[in-house]
């Protein structure tokens, strides 16, 4: 299939903007040209003008749901919901029923996702088996089976020993250990950020020392090892404060934002409507502006969205049964120019940077993912109306689930075609398969 | 008024109609047969989640003294054994024609989650460490009689509450600070910092570590139950260090300036932080509680399904 995309303004890693024609055929971009110049005929042909033409966006952090809970999202309802997003390659979670601690469980995930043929889908391994905490996972098998990205993420790896003895393990294989950090034993029941609200809401408190705690930690167990590390999803001021140092002391350490964490505020919970409920907890207004700092000096070099699907007789439990997590596939990209771009925080290509090129880079899939848009290169790419206004709308997603909590939200910044492997797998906005 | 969910959504105004209400509940309980037909064909249903038994009976007294139907749901019979999800509960006993639900949970929120699920009113009687919004108006007006006092947006104005125990884990503390500050009392929150919530700036009290500190001070001690199980919790080291700091005992008890009041929500841990039998101090109005919690749940059942006839149906 080949493809022309006339129109748009290319941001990528090495320009800020630069109007060009792209012309797309089979898997490659084949030709970048000065607007309006003769390109051969394609098979398709799409005005832009107005639009940014980008590499395709990377999520370091989806929850798939299958195999297990297919109920709430299978690897093609999450794909779908990615491409509409604008990513052409999302991480899956590996906290599945059974985990990914097993080649045969990691080879599904790989091949469910070719199936879908709407991103790629970059299957994580568990740190440790059961994601239990207890025995090392078998990293070498299942980096051979193509996993270079692992976690047990919805659980931090508890033990102080395991967690050095993961690290030294890791070293030696080139994959990269991301934490989920919460000491569980601060934790135990919480619903919400401890905080004055949670204090007048009568819900059982996250602290943010539960989160802190254990990224102090697992820095110094990267000073120890030498081994690279990446933080999921973090919360507070202290964790980006924590990562900066990490960072000018020299030490190979990464991190991600989550984008409600940079959108939404513990107060969400006043109304008791358990979509809010998530973990890590969101935070407080100072929190907020913490990280949307860190995203904008280089802190944090990843918005990933934790997207995290519940089917609605799950989720809509009193709020001590309630699963956490909300979706965020089809929003990351509307949220990151909202809250970063449009408030002048950062600029457009330090968002791109943050949702395609880094996260590509930390995941290891930098030879095909958040490439430069230039001949020669892989056709993963996304394109997007910077300024389009939409509402969001929990009823129209992709996603199994609906546990939105940007429902009547309007956002600014609307994906409206994605090119994954040189095909148009989103166009106007609808996907394609 | 369609709900009766916490202190602040009905606010002062609120608080002073339903205590006023209370009190014309309150004579009808004086009367020889103490029942009228002010709700004959409504349904009350209670749909307890958490075990209660005063509570439960105190507002189904309420509701036949009012001719209502009542319907009751404990969960040690119900259907939740089997898996069915709360909106499902609260969806079959809409289906049966409800026109009130009086709900406890033992998570914060539900309440306002079931809102979602049925048209009928909501009455809250304890959602986890939230609201108990009735327990609160029957300690109202508990001290409005003690006192001789008539309720109005600044009937408590000097008035010293202390408010003593496990503050962290009571909707009852919760629901006794809005309302007793809201009607201009003074509130002073006592025990040690595990028991105290994460954080109580925005609060309209002050904290005290003792209760010693407080005694000659205040005209209302407020006792709060102490949970046995918050000593697995590493909240406090034995009940018997947390009773010889904060529980009220005979010596304690000789120290409230003349006329102060002694309340508890109930039940009451004799021997923890009850040392002295209540029905032996001349200022114990726990009984009083428990008599006026009867009109107070009266009162907002007239409240939410008597209007809008407004009276009482002939």
């Known amino acids: ?433 | 008024m369609k709900h009766l969910r916490s202190i602040p959504e009905i606010g002062p105004d609120g608080i002073v109609r339903l205590l006023e209400i209370s009190r014309r509940m309150a004579e009808v309980n004086r009367r020889p047969v103490p029942k009228v037909p002010a709700l004959v064909g409504r349904t009350v249903a209670s749909l307890f989640f958490e075990d209660s038994t005063r509570t439960r009976l105190s507002f189904e007294t309420a509701a036949r003294r009012l001719s209502a139907d009542t319907m009751t749901f404990s969960v040690s019979t119900s259907s939740v054994n089997k898996g069915e999800s709360l909106r499902d509960t609260v969806e079959t006993l809409d289906a049966m024609g409800v026109a009130a639900f009086v709900v406890r949970h033992r998570s914060s929120g539900v309440p306002w989650q079931m809102e979602n699920w049925t048209n009928a009113s909501i009455v809250n009687a304890g959602d986890g460490w939230h609201q108990h919004p009735t327990q609160a108006l029957l300690d109202l007006l508990t001290v409005h009689d003690r006192f001789g006092l008539d309720p109005s947006l600044s009937s408590l104005r000097g008035i010293r509450v202390a408010i003593v125990g496990d503050v962290k884990h009571s909707r009852v503390a919760r629901s006794d600070v809005q309302a007793f500050t809201m009607l201009g009392a003074d509130v002073v929150l006592v025990g040690p910092a595990t028991l105290m919530p994460p954080e109580v700036d925005g609060w309209p009290v002050s904290i005290a570590g003792s209760i010693d500190d407080v005694l000659g001070e205040v005209d209302v001690l407020y006792m709060l139950r102490m949970q046995r199980e918050r000593m697995n919790e590493a909240l406090v080291p034995s009940m018997a260090e947390y009773g010889s700091r904060f529980a009220l005992d005979a010596r304690r008890a000789a120290l409230l300036k003349p006329g102060a009041i002694v309340m508890h929500p109930g039940p009451m841990n004799r021997g923890i932080e009850m040392q002295v039998d209540p029905t032996l101090l001349p200022g114990s109005a726990i009984a009083d509680q428990v008599a006026n919690g009867i009109a107070v749940r009266m009162a907002v059942l007239f409240d939410l399904l008597g209007q809008p006839e407004g009276g009482i149906p002939s």
Not at chain 1, 66 to 89: D, H, K, N, W
Not at chain 1, 304 to 319: I, N, V
Not at chain 1, 342 to 349: A, C, E, F, M, N
Request: with cysteine.
């Open chain 1, 1 to 433: 299939m080949s493809i022309t995309i006339r129109g748009g303004s290319i941001v990528d890693a090495s320009t800020e903007s630069r109007r060009a024609d792209v012309r797309v055929d089979g898997d490659r971009i084949v030709a970048v040209v000065a607007p309006g110049a003769a390109l051969p005929s394609s098979d398709l042909e799409i005005d832009v003008s107005g639009c940014v033409i980008a590499p395709g966006l990377v999520d370091l952090h989806a929850h798939l749901r299958e195999p297990g809970r297919e109920e709430s999202e299978t690897i093609e309802t999450g794909s779908r919901a990615a491409a509409l997003g604008g990513f052409t390659a999302i991480v899956a979670m590996p906290n599945t029923e059974p985990p990914h601690d097993s080649r045969p469980v990691v080879e599904f995930v790989r091949e469910q996702g070719r199936r879908a043929g709407l991103c790629e889908v970059l299957p994580s391994g568990c740190i440790t088996v059961g994601r239990a905490g207890e025995v090392l996972a078998p990293y070498a098998e299942l980096r051979e089976a193509g996993v270079r990205f692992f976690t047990d993420d919805g659980n931090g790896v508890q033990d102080p020993l395991l967690m050095r003895r993961a690290l030294e393990y890791a070293r030696d294989l080139d994959i990269v250990l991301a934490q989920h950090c919460e000491v569980a034993s601060l934790t135990k029941g919480a619903v919400m950020h401890e905080g004055a609200c949670c204090s007048r809401l009568g819900l059982p408190g996250w602290p943010s020392l539960a989160e802190e705690l254990m990224v102090h930690r697992d820095i110094e167990l990267c000073r120890l090892t030498g081994a690279t590390m990446h933080f999921l999803h973090l919360s507070t001021a202290r964790s980006v404060e924590l990562v900066r140092r990490a960072k000018a002391d020299g030490l190979p350490v990464s991190a991600e934002v989550a984008p409600h964490h940079v959108s939404l505020t513990d107060e969400m919970l006043s109304g008791f409507d358990p979509v809010f409920k998530v973990n890590p907890p969101l935070r407080t207004a100072a929190d907020i502006a913490a990280l949307k700092v860190g995203l904008a000096d280089g802190t944090i070099d990843a918005i990933a969205t934790d997207h995290a699907p519940h089917a609605p007789h799950l989720k809509e439990q009193p709020l001590d049964q309630a699963p956490p997590g909300m979706l965020g596939l089809e929003t990351a990209l509307a949220i990151a120019i909202t809250e970063l771009v449009d408030t002048g925080l950062v600029s457009l290509q330090g968002v791109l940077a943050a949702l395609s090129w880094n996260p590509a880079r930390i995941a290891r899939v930098e030879d095909r993912h958040g490439r430069p848009v230039t001949e020669g290169e892989p056709a993963n790419l996304v394109v997007f109306d910077p300024t389009a206004e939409w509402v969001v709308d929990r009823n129209r997603s992709a996603s199994r689930s609906s546990n939105n909590p940007y429902h009547g939200r309007v956002l600014r910044g609307r994906v409206r075609h994605t090119i994954f492997a040189g095909h148009a797998v989103v166009v106007e906005g609808e996907a394609r398969r």
